[in-house]
């Protein structure tokens, strides 16, 4: 552009907004605003080599009731064809650097009983049961033994690991998740993954309190429908408020699902599967298949045409008196 060129004001670009400082989380990219209110902080938490607490962890992350929900491990576990990942990797989770040293780590995965293994070099950690995905009689069972609870007030440094240990108090459990608001808030709720289907009715079976409070608490299906029953009660207008703020929390909570990429890939494999190597594209090899020349188009340029029509002509028996194709059989014998 030289100097003589001007800019329309529609094209000008325009200096940014002032910061709003009373929005903090304005402007952010959405992974950091998601976080931006989580009040989670492991690093609180000693420094420890206890290999019961180590292994726990560990087996968590490689779990059924974690791995199909972690983005970033199950691409790590798909990245390596035979689903290697580095143990220095896990050990620099946020929950993992409390652990040290790295051996620590290492020697407590070794004694897994049944989910994880180590290579012979203790460098790299794999799950030893492929990840399939539930049936329906399984999903069931599993939410048959999730629970919904709610009534913790406002979140610490050390809520997730408080919780995880109030209710261990009661029986084994797979997960805890806190629930939370598009930007990281926790919502004083929670879904607690039991072991087995019967913790979970016992544990339902009373009334429970925590820290003098207490709790709301229901069985995960009865909860879902209650939200679903509560949803049909709205007006249109409260209707579309609620799901215009559901879509806004989904722009930053973007959930995942290994086992629908896993469907992806699986449509993705049986398409490819489908085709030749002479099909894979318009210049592809195409030797495995044999062409047909037979049904080939007509060439339409002149002198193509003009070339064909000699061949046939000189392939024609002679009749007498035909002098015009005795004249071109000639031309054609002669190479011309």
């Known amino acids: 552009m030289t100097s003589t060129d001007t800019v329309s004001p529609a094209k000008r670009s325009s200096p940014p907004p002032p910061a709003d400082l009373s929005r903090p989380n304005e402007g952010q990219p959405p992974a950091k605003r998601r976080l931006r209110e989580s009040k989670f902080d492991p690093s609180v938490l000693p420094t420890s080599t206890d290999t019961a607490e180590i292994l726990k962890q ?51 995965l070794r004694t897994s009983p049944a989910l994880l293994e180590v290579n012979d070099k203790g460098t790299h950690v794999r799950r030893k049961i492929p990840l399939t995905k539930p049936s329906e009689e399984e999903f069931t ?101 609620r799901e215009a703020k559901r879509a806004a929390e989904l722009k930053f909570t973007k959930s995942f699902s290994a086992f629908k990429e896993m469907e992806k890939r699986e449509q993705w494999g049986k398409k490819r599967g489908t085709k030749t190597a002479g099909q894979r594209g318009r210049r592809g090899n195409r030797e495995d298949i044999p062409r047909d020349r037979s049904r080939s188009p007509a060439v339409k340029d002149k002198h193509e045409t003009g070339a064909n029509e000699g061949v046939a002509l000189a392939k024609r028996p002679l009749e007498d008196g035909d002098e015009q194709t005795k004249s071109k059989r000639e031309k054609v014998d002669n190479g011309h």
């Open 58 to 108: 560990v087996e968590f992350y490689f779990s059924d009731a974690n791995l199909p929900r972690d983005k970033f491990l199950w691409n790590l576990t798909v990245s390596d064809s035979e689903g290697w990942v580095p143990v220095a990797t896990i050990a620099n989770f946020k929950r993992m650097r409390r652990f040290q040293p790295l051996d620590a780590i290492v020697s407590a």
């Open 141 to 241: 069972g599993i939410q048959e033994r999730t629970v919904y609870v709610k009534g913790f007030g406002e979140e610490t440094s050390t809520t997730q690991i408080d919780l995880e240990a109030f209710f261990r108090g009661f029986g084994d459990i797979d997960s805890l998740r806190l629930r939370r608001t598009g930007t990281g808030l926790f919502k004083g709720s929670v879904l607690v993954q039991f072991k087995n289907k019967e913790v979970a009715e016992t544990f339902l079976a009373e009334p429970r309190e925590y820290a003098g409070n207490l709790l709301q608490t229901q069985s995960k299906q009865a909860w879902i429908r209650d939200k679903i029953e509560e949803t049909e009660t709205l007006g249109s207008e409260e209707r579309k408020e």
